[in-house]
């Protein structure tokens, strides 16, 4: 389950801001555009106003965004103001500073609220796997469970941050768990099923290829996973059939141009394989 590899198939999609922490302390809120609430001070919708704009805002303009968590610490956002700042810092690709921010945060926004500590130390380790440390990544998943046990994409994240560290039992282990948990996700099959392509598994993998096509009938990112595991085990010519369906299917997707450099690759070795085809049958 790697992000990038010859027999692409493809990257997990995990968003950083699935949910915002919630309640936040009335102290830690930022000036909120709603106005405040009758006791002077915001309401806690206006909090989550303020934090949704924020990381909408981070997400399209990391440096302005930056500028305006600053200046919300200055007139005394407290942890909101950090936590925007955190978000802004990950959007703008300094993953260790934007980990390191929001685990900081945990103590506190996370207090009193197991969810809420659980949805940063994800938000966390993601960061920390972008920033290249895997194992720093999967403590805090591990740490996030501990707070919210048998969350299904807590357990679809460390198992993806244990593939990335090559322990890919450990990651089947966690997508065994996730899929107990809820059959119908067709992304932890699609995992579990590149887990099982690196242990050279492919009867299995094609096994959850299958099943994630069930669920998610036509996916290319599938239907390419399928060819790189039919490559693998041996059968080429299948494995052309499946790339050159997933470059029909999306061909202006990433998993469309790595099945076209795919078919590209193997042209030679296809063309090749027919010419000994034809050769025997004169021989015959």
């Known amino acids: 389950m790697t992000r990038r590899n010859?027999?692409?198939?493809?990257?997990?999609?995990?968003?950083?801001?699935?949910?915002?922490?919630?309640?936040?302390?009335?102290?830690?809120?930022?000036?909120?555009?709603?106005?405040?609430?009758?006791?002077?001070?915001?309401?806690?919708?206006?909090?989550n106003r303020e934090l949704q704009a924020c990381a909408a805002k981070a997400e399209a303009n990391p440096d302005a965004a930056m500028a305006d968590a600053r200046r919300w610490q200055q007139q005394g956002g407290g942890d909101s103001a950090k936590l925007c700042e955190a978000l802004a810092l990950f959007h703008a690709g300094d993953f260790k500073a934007a980990g390191a921010q929001m685990e900081a945060l945990v103590p506190t926004l996370g207090k009193d609220d197991p969810r809420a500590a659980a949805s940063l130390l994800g938000r966390a380790g993601w960061a920390w796997l972008r920033a290249g440390d895997q194992g720093r990544a999967e403590r805090l998943y591990s740490a996030a469970l501990d707070k919210t046990?048998?969350?299904?994409?807590?357990?679809?994240?460390?198992?993806?941050?244990?593939?990335?560290?090559?322990?890919?039992?450990?990651?089947v282990a966690d997508l065994d768990a996730a899929l107990t948990r809820d059959p119908k996700r067709a992304d932890a099959y699609l995992y579990r099923a590149s887990a099982q392509k690196a242990l050279s598994n492919y009867r299995q993998a094609l096994a959850d290829i299958d099943q994630a096509l069930e669920l998610k009938p036509g996916d290319p990112e599938a239907i390419l996973l399928r060819g790189n595991v039919k490559a693998l085990g041996g059968n080429l010519g299948a494995a052309r059939d499946d790339w050159s369906l997933a470059r029909r299917v999306a061909p202006d997707s990433e998993w469309g141009r790595a099945a076209a450099d795919n078919l590209a690759r193997t042209a030679e070795v296809a063309g090749d394989a027919g010419k000994d085809k034809a050769k025997e049958k004169k021989v015959q």
């Open 6 to 47: 010859l027999y692409l198939s493809g990257a997990l999609a995990l968003g950083l801001l699935a949910a915002v922490p919630a309640p936040l302390p009335a102290a830690q809120a930022g000036p909120s555009s709603s106005g405040p609430s009758s006791s002077g001070q915001p309401s806690t919708l206006d909090r």
């Open 149 to 171: 046990p048998g969350d299904v994409d807590l357990l679809i994240d460390r198992a993806f941050a244990r593939a990335e560290g090559e322990r890919f039992w450990d990651a």
